[in-house]
């Protein structure tokens, strides 16, 4: 049912009392109709079915996750060939090709192959009759011996019922083991692998007005088959369009005033250094990046928990851009920011830029009670290697999971070589803040006089201090000769554990880890090396207030009931060391490690660790001093450097980082299987780009960085550029964006293609030099439309506009709508970064971890800073293709389908802007005549004045309603351009 309000009843209005306001359903025909008379020009450009995209690609329909089995479910991606080869495949082989297989086919049915699958066996179609058997209802039953797990039947069950996808085999003989290397040398051979093909410039012909070299590429490719590029687009319909391709925002009548009065020749070229320069450039471009990290703000599942702070990455990729940070630093600082000598930190915010840069690796969706923690930390790692391969390289690592790649020459090795990598790394949520001013104030504190370290009763000694693994007989020993000393700290701790943060920083004569030995107000962190779990109790010795001690399990962070939550336990008993003890008997032979958090003001101190078959008995004596407090210190002047300390802690920015661990290899997964393990696999890079092996202690993440943006700098390159054009045209100079290797497409202008890219490098990286080389071009100005003297040349030769003879009609992405809604109604909040603003969410969203819903307007805030919450995404971004955020989309469906058009008449958001949009009319031009307001609508919504025939039907459409009803009427008009194909383009 409609949610517009019901509009039957009859009323007098006035001296017309014969008036009557006509029904909901009328007024939608009227709207209809007004449509088409108002607008029945830019509506022939855009008809139902037209192509928003090239003909050759599929128009997938705004599916029904509850209906579409190929719709992406809440922490599913879609069911296509990557899933396939990820989740598939592996249960084929595992449970299936055993007896089913070219040698042995039982039942005649083969199970190794495409061709063996669309062939069937005895008794019919294998994607008819595998959906029953696998079930076991009917008398054949696979496997015999019982029902597949729950997890993989489903899996399954999904494949076959979105027409089971399968890739084209690849020759046997082609298929490595994984244990071994990889060969295929056809493979790297391919295009993207190449070094630059260095080409020169095509001369461009004698009298042609365009000096770019891309056109002149673009233009030999065209006069090659008889074609020639479209006329120059007019000067209205260009600064449209590259106010939407740069800012995402439409341009103001007063700024259209001025450009089509402006003669001057580089009159164009200053509106792009004026929009490369506006802030908002940051916002339009930001929403195309975290498209490909899978942005989100919480974890997707069950629960739908929060990603604490993840809007701040958010902020640092609008800052990055905004800044034309090198791309190459860019990437460096995501990869491996934490590692590098030289962090950046914003002057606004204080931020350590370069740190929060990291919280790359953390934006995926995660499970809190996953029943195998080790396949859950396979799956997350998995994601990591998927979102990287495809976002920088444009490749589908993932798929070597399992076997060796199918297309591309990438081995199993290689996958867990970067594997070893990830799992090496560690999740921090902490201070991201500069560090320097809480420097100088602990300096001036430490000046004063030193902090005492320890109380005379305290268990610091001579011979602890000198740093003995096993300390001197204590009340308990007896357990102590029964258990094995993991930990007991002395001097040396700092050589095995890893400290984070201020409050343990290193300062002269401490025996062991207390964050609060300088100051109460400090937050740190301290974490374990990884072990190997081989007795039932973890046993800590600690001490503190308002802290927390936990077991990271497989990297497991959402630690909660029913099954991890004995794992997080707090410290808030005080300055006593007493017996921390973890059960960790449901895990025998799992890696894991310790942390213990102080996030301020508060503290933890740790005297001692233990593995043990049986817990301690309670022993109480030892204590640690109360860390220095303002409320509890005497001395004036340390008081009030400890009050500037606590103020200056307050509030500091924090965000979910990368930290590096203890550096380790991993074994090949056999299948994709955590738990059948082959060789190991030392860390490193893609062999096909050869690089150093990683040697350091650490992770290798800035070995890592160094190889990305070394040998595979040329396809890292390529990438990039051809996301920068595919968003200026509608389709990149490769139409795979995320997929550059032999399953994907060609490029259509591989020339030009290596030409930009070397031209990025050579810019020094920078993005915002390219969008002004592309938004300069002809190519880019050309008009949407194809002149009528090549128009049936073009239709027989370049029917998809590959070899771009005109400029490609684009649809705005569904937040791009929504803001151009907010600009033109004028309810715009142009306000830059900040917490996220919760999402507007309708009666009929509910579920499991279902947040408030959030203001109607979003507080009018732009798109990119509603909170993208995975499991309650807006119904009019959905409608409008916005993607599931679970992994790298580089380009978004465009489907054009009848859920749209209901969306944009009976979504509240439309009306209600309307209305905004009416009233500030009424406000700003109260006594204005009908043209006039109706020339400052067409302007804003169109860049362009209404035709005579516009303004008639205009002025059909609001006689129908009564002089006191003036308002009413004027929001209608406006609900009715808002429903216009032409505010939802650009040509």
């Known amino acids: 049912m409609s949610s517009a309000p019901r509009l039957s009843n009859r009323r007098s209005h006035g001296k017309n009392p014969s008036w009557t306001r006509p029904s909901w359903p009328i007024r939608l025909g009227i709207g209809i109709l007004a449509s088409l008379c108002l607008l029945g020009g830019s509506l022939t450009e855009v008809k139902r ?45 595992e449970r299936c090709q055993k007896c089913h297989n070219s040698q042995k086919a039982k039942g005649g049915l083969q199970l190794d192959s495409r061709a063996g699958f669309l062939r069937g066996g005895d008794s019919g179609p294998a994607l008819n009759l595998l959906p029953q058997v696998l079930q076991h209802n009917g008398d054949i039953r696979m496997p015999p011996q019982g029902k597949l797990p729950q997890s993989e039947l489903d899996i399954l069950l999904r494949w076959l019922a979105a027409g089971a996808p399968w890739p084209q085999d690849r020759s046997p003989s082609a298929t490595p083991s994984p244990s071994t290397p990889h060969t295929q040398t056809p493979a790297r051979t391919h295009w993207a692998f190449q070094p630059f093909q260095r080409s020169s410039v095509p001369p461009i012909p004698s009298g042609t007005p365009i000096q770019n070299p891309i056109d002149a590429f673009v233009l030999a490719r065209l006069q090659a088959v008889g074609l020639n590029l479209a006329p120059e687009a007019d000067k209205a319909t260009l600064l449209r369009r590259v106010y939407f391709d740069l800012i995402g925002l439409p341009p103001s009548p007063e700024e259209l ?29 930001a929403r195309h990046w975290l498209d490909l990290v899978r942005y989100a703000e919480t974890y997707g599942h069950e629960f739908d928990f929060d990603i604490p702070d993840a809007w701040r990455y958010r902020d640092y990729v609008i800052r990055a851009f905004n800044a034309d940070l ?50 859950d930390f396979a799956d997350r790692i998995d994601n990591q290697i998927d979102v990287f391969g495809k976002a920088i390289l444009g490749l589908t690592l993932g798929c070597a999971r399992c076997h060796d790649h199918k297309f591309d020459p990438i081995p ?25 001013p809480l420097e100088r104030l602990l300096n001036d504190l430490t000046a004063v006089r030193p902090p005492d370290r320890l109380q ?50 290193p300062v002269g004569g401490e025996g062991f880890p207390h964050s609060g030995r300088e100051a109460e107000a400090l937050s740190a962190a301290l974490r374990s090396p990884t072990f190997i779990i081989e007795h039932r109790y973890l046993v800590l010795r600690v001490a503190g207030r308002q802290a927390q001690a936990r077991l990271i399990l497989n990297g497991l962070q959402l630690i909660r009931d029913p099954i991890y939550g004995g794992l997080a336990k707090r410290i808030d008993h005080g300055e006593e060391f007493r017996w921390l003890v973890f059960d960790l008997h449901l895990w ?48 004036p002047h340390r008081r009030r450097c400890l009050e500037l300390l606590e103020a200056a802690c307050r509030n500091r920015p924090r965000a979910p980082v990368m930290r590096d661990g203890p550096g380790g290899n991993e074994r090949l997964f056999i299948r994709g299987n955590p738990r059948q393990l082959g060789p190991e696999v030392p860390r490193g890079f893609l062999s096909l780009f050869p690089a150093p092996p990683v040697t350091s202690s650490g992770s290798g993440r800035r070995e890592l960085a160094d190889a990305v ?18 968003h200026h045209f509608g ?54 439309q194809v002149p009528a003297a090549q128009a049936e040349l073009a239709r027989r030769v370049d029917p998809n506009n590959h070899l771009l003879h005109r400029q490609n009609l684009r649809r705005l992405e569904a937040e791009i709508l929504r803001d151009a809604v907010l600009a033109v109604s004028g309810r715009l909040d142009r306000r830059l970064g900040g917490p996220p603003v919760l999402p507007y969410l309708s009666e009929q969203q509910v579920g499991r971890g279902r947040p408030p819903s959030g203001p109607l307007d979003g507080q009018g805030r732009r798109s990119i800073y509603l909170a993208v919450r995975r499991n309650f995404l807006p119904a009019l971004f959905t409608a409008f293709d916005y993607p599931p955020p679970f992994t790298t989309v580089g380009r978004r469906s465009v489907s054009n389908v009848p859920t749209q058009a209901l969306v944009l008449w009976n979504n509240p958001f439309f009306r209600e802007q309307a209305r905004y949009w009416a009233e500030r009319l009424h406000r700003e031009q109260p006594h204005a005549l009908l043209e006039q307001r109706l020339q400052q609508m067409y302007l804003a919504a169109f860049a362009r004045r209404p035709t005579p025939e516009e303004v008639q039907a205009a002025r059909y459409f609001l006689q129908q309603f009564p002089p006191s009803e003036s308002l009413t009427a004027w929001t209608e008009l406006a609900h009715v351009l808002f429903n216009s194909k032409e505010f939802l383009f650009i040509p």
Not at 336 to 359: F, I, M, V
Not at 479 to 493: I, N
Not at 731 to 757: K, M, S
């Open 257 to 285: 005033d001025a450009f089509l009065k402006d003669s001057h020749p580089d009159a164009y070229d200053r509106v792009v250094d004026r929009l490369l320069a506006s802030p908002h450039y940051g916002e339009r471009w």
């Open 709 to 726: 943006l070394g040998p595979a700098r040329p396809l890292v390159a390529r990438v990039f550029v051809n996301r920068l054009w595919q």
């Open 412 to 436: 199993s090795r290689d996958y867990y070589a970067l594997f070893g990598i990830l799992a090496s790394s560690r999740f921090h949520y902490g201070d991201i803040g500069d560090p320097r």
């Open 456 to 505: 005379e009763h305290s268990v610091s000694s001579a011979a602890e201090r000198s740093g003995e693994t096993i300390p001197p007989p204590r009340p308990g020993s007896a357990w102590r000769m029964r258990s094995k000393a993991w930990e007991h700290f002395g001097a040396d701790w700092r050589q095995r554990w890893d400290a984070i943060g201020l409050g343990l920083r």
């Open 326 to 375: 090198p791309y190459d630093r860019f990437l460096r600082e995501q990869i491996a920011g934490d590692l590098l000598d030289d962090p950046r930190y914003d002057p606004q915010t204080g931020s350590n830029e370069s740190l929060l840069a990291t919280a790359f690796w953390w934006l995926g969706d995660a499970v809190h009670s996953p029943v195998d923690s080790r396949m």
């Open 49 to 93: 079915g037209d192509s928003v995209q090239a003909a050759d690609e599929p128009r997938p329909p705004a599916a029904n996750p509850a209906t579409s089995p190929n719709a992406p479910l809440p922490s599913q991606g879609l069911v296509n060939e990557e899933y396939f080869e990820k989740k598939v495949r592996p249960i084929l082989v």
């Open 588 to 635: 025998p032979g799992q890696p894991a490690y310790v942390e213990l958090l102080d996030n301020g003001p508060g503290y933890f101190a740790i005297r001692e660790a233990w593995f043990a078959d049986t817990p301690p008995a309670a022993e109480t004596g030892e204590r640690v001093l109360r860390p220095p407090s303002a409320a509890l210190e005497k001395d």
């Open 731 to 784: 389709r990149g100079l490769v139409a795979t964006p995320d997929d550059f290797g032999a399953h994907g497409e060609a490029p259509t202008h591989p020339e030009l293609l290596d030409w930009l890219a070397e031209q990025f490098i050579a810019s020094g990286w920078s993005i915002k030099h390219m969008h002004r080389l592309i938004v300069r071009s002809r190519t880019y100005r050309q008009a949407s």
